[in-house]
């Protein structure tokens, strides 16, 4: 076992990495336990990197999550009480099981999840942005105080464990979060409005028409996987620790984004000063191509945020997005040459890929909804429109995306699921159907023992 602090750090690097490789692929679904050891070991690796583990590692049930089993246990005795009281004489006469019951009652059930975690823990929201404890699971565990993504990973784990399964909805990229129960079934709303729960208000129920309008999403929700959740989570403390880094204000709006007008000095409300190579203070950035380097006194948090860009980079699989973002923290740590062949990268993957959109004709299929399954539906659309068969194709290394989706009513289909499990029931409202197809720009495949001898860069094949 690692001793020392650094020998942790370490350890928990490693894991991280280690982890992340396992769970890459576009086809690989993550679990709440793959999140939880995600959130865990990169609490474990900002503990160790400060340097602070100490006595901290005696808080062992913040470790082993066994608080999140003692939740659930609390929250389900007081689930069953208020069933009791709701029922009165009927309940000890009914044969009802715990999940008929939650069927039941769903509102109940998360107000005994809002009472345990709010009430008697303590959870709340943290008080002002900036705090990187806050982002860390195992601290939030241990103090009560969470960012918005945590307390909804939180939330989202205790209510499983307590047997109301939800989906999640991340917007504004982890910055506000949203849940509702995953089976179709069971509804959080009356009167035929929807609710969904907010863990950053204390559980409480919102309108998903409100949250609809206020962020621009449409409803029905399309909810994030847990890679998404882990995604977000990630990239929050990054952007927590960029802004301790440049010294910015951390409210979304006020916030230096991370990008390459910051990198060259081009960002107009930049107000730091330049340092020259002769340890002279330069003045205020402008557009005269002075390069901004971040401080001696906070490089510790640059070196936290390429930490996080390291894992993003491997968590989205080195796309131009999550590469950029790296080449960037690169920059800002000084490690101008990993900088330079991180931008390469980006050029090569603009320079070998194109896309462009193509709406073609609405197309008109009688099928049985009863029996079809999507992925039918999908080989049927395939034929009629003379597309070569999925099973066919070319997947280009680091291609792991599927190549065709359905969408209905603004919610993507599982393949697997026959038309009215899928809640296609009829023809009044389309599918929209997606085929996604690489195009080589510049470039063209040669046969073994062929030559290449196009001499043209504007040439297409």
Same mark, same amino acid.
């Given at each position: 076992?690692?001793?020392?602090?650094?020998?942790?750090?370490?350890?928990?690097?490693?894991?991280?990495?280690?982890?992340?490789?396992?769970?890459?692929?576009?086809?690989?679904?993550?679990?709440?336990?793959?999140?939880?050891?995600?959130?865990?070991?990169?609490?474990?690796?900002?503990?160790?990197?400060?340097?602070?583990?100490?006595?901290?590692?005696?808080?062992?049930?913040?470790?082993?999550?066994?608080?999140?089993?003692?939740?659930?246990?609390?929250?389900?005795?007081?689930?069953?009480?208020?069933?009791?009281?709701?029922?009165?004489?009927?309940?000890?006469?009914?044969?009802?099981?715990?999940?008929?019951?939650?069927?039941?009652?769903?509102?109940?059930?998360?107000?005994?999840?809002?009472?345990?975690?709010?009430?008697?823990?303590?959870?709340?929201?943290?008080?002002?942005?900036?705090?990187?404890?806050?982002?860390?699971?195992?601290?939030?565990?241990?103090?009560?105080?969470?960012?918005?993504?945590?307390?909804?990973?939180?939330?989202?784990?205790?209510?499983?464990?307590?047997?109301?399964?939800?989906?999640?909805?991340?917007?504004?990229?982890?910055?506000?979060?949203?849940?509702?129960?995953?089976?179709?079934?069971?509804?959080?709303?009356?009167?035929?409005?929807?609710?969904?729960?907010?863990?950053?208000?204390?559980?409480?129920?919102?309108?998903?028409?409100?949250?609809?309008?206020?962020?621009?999403?449409?409803?029905?929700?399309?909810?994030?996987?847990?890679?998404?959740?882990?995604?977000?989570?990630?990239?929050?403390?990054?952007?927590?620790?960029?802004?301790?880094?440049?010294?910015?204000?951390?409210?979304?709006?006020? !916030? /230096?984004?991370?990008?390459?007008? @910051?990198?060259?000095?081009?960002? +107009?409300?930049?107000?730091?000063?330049? %340092?020259? $190579? =002769?340890?002279?203070?330069?003045?205020?950035?402008?557009?005269?191509?002075?390069?901004?380097?971040?401080?001696?006194?906070?490089?510790?948090?640059?070196?936290?945020?390429?930490?996080?860009?390291?894992?993003?980079?491997?968590?989205?699989?080195?796309?131009?997005?999550?590469?950029?973002?790296?080449?960037?923290?690169?920059?800002?740590?000084?490690?101008?040459?990993? !900088? /330079?062949?991180?931008?390469?990268? @980006?050029?090569?993957?603009?320079? +070998?890929?194109?896309?462009?959109?193509? %709406?073609? $004709? =609405?197309?008109?299929?009688?099928?049985?909804?009863?029996?079809?399954?999507?992925?039918?539906?999908?080989?049927?659309?395939?034929?009629?429109?003379?597309?070569?068969?999925?099973?066919?194709?070319?997947?280009?290394?680091?291609?792991?995306?599927?190549?065709?989706?359905?969408?209905?009513?603004?919610?993507?289909?599982?393949?697997?699921?026959?038309?009215?499990?899928?809640?296609?029931?009829?023809?009044?409202?389309?599918?929209?159907?997606?085929?996604?197809?690489?195009?080589?720009?510049?470039?063209?495949?040669?046969?073994?023992?062929?030559?290449?001898?196009?001499?043209?860069?504007?040439?297409?094949?």
């Amino acid at each position: 076992m690692p001793e020392t602090d650094q020998d942790v750090l370490n350890w928990a690097k490693s894991s991280i990495i280690e982890h992340l490789e396992a769970k890459s692929g576009g086809e690989v679904e993550w679990s709440n336990t793959d999140l939880l050891k995600l959130c865990m070991l990169v609490s474990l690796e900002e503990t160790a990197s400060d340097g602070s583990l100490g006595d901290d590692v005696l808080f062992k049930s913040t470790w082993d999550l066994s608080l999140i089993k003692h939740y659930s246990i609390r929250i389900r005795e007081l689930f069953m009480d208020m069933c009791q009281d709701i029922e009165g004489d009927l309940y000890s006469k009914a044969q009802s099981s715990y999940d008929d019951y939650v069927a039941k009652y769903p509102t109940h059930l998360v107000s005994a999840i809002n009472e345990v975690l709010y009430e008697q823990q303590g959870y709340k929201r943290m008080a002002s942005y900036g705090d990187v404890r806050s982002f860390q699971l195992r601290r939030v565990l241990d103090s009560g105080v969470g960012s918005p993504i945590v307390l909804a990973i939180i939330y989202m784990i205790v209510a499983e464990e307590s047997g109301l399964s939800l989906h999640a909805l991340s917007l504004e990229e982890g910055s506000y979060v949203v849940m509702w129960p995953k089976d179709d079934t069971i509804r959080l709303g009356a009167q035929g409005e929807v609710f969904v729960i907010d863990p950053y208000a204390k559980g409480s129920l919102m309108s998903a028409q409100e949250i609809s309008e206020i962020f621009d999403v449409d409803v029905p929700f399309r909810p994030d996987s847990l890679k998404d959740m882990a995604k977000d989570t990630l990239l929050q403390l990054l952007l927590t620790h960029w802004c301790l880094a440049v010294q910015c204000p951390l409210e979304p709006l006020l !916030a /230096i984004p991370l990008d390459l007008d @910051v990198a060259l000095g081009e960002y +107009s409300d930049v107000s730091v000063q330049v %340092e020259y $190579d =002769d340890g002279q203070k330069g003045p205020l950035l402008s557009n005269r191509g002075d390069f901004w380097t971040v401080s001696p006194e906070t490089q510790h948090h640059m070196q936290k945020c390429l930490s996080a860009a390291e894992k993003l980079h491997i968590l989205q699989e080195g796309t131009i997005e999550s590469t950029v973002r790296l080449a960037l923290c690169q920059y800002f740590c000084q490690e101008y040459h990993k !900088a /330079i062949e991180s931008l390469d990268m @980006v050029l090569q993957l603009c320079e +070998s890929m194109s896309t462009k959109t193509e %709406e073609l $004709d =609405d197309m008109v299929l009688k099928v049985d909804p009863e029996t079809l399954t999507v992925q039918e539906l999908m080989s049927r659309v395939s034929q009629e429109s003379k597309w070569a068969p999925v099973d066919s194709l070319l997947r280009l290394d680091g291609f792991e995306d599927p190549w065709e989706r359905a969408i209905y009513k603004g919610r993507e289909l599982k393949m697997d699921s026959v038309l009215k499990d899928a809640g296609v029931t009829s023809g009044e409202d389309a599918i929209v159907t997606v085929r996604r197809v690489l195009l080589a720009d510049g470039w063209k495949i040669a046969a073994d023992g062929e030559e290449d001898d196009s001499e043209s860069d504007e040439e297409n094949f």
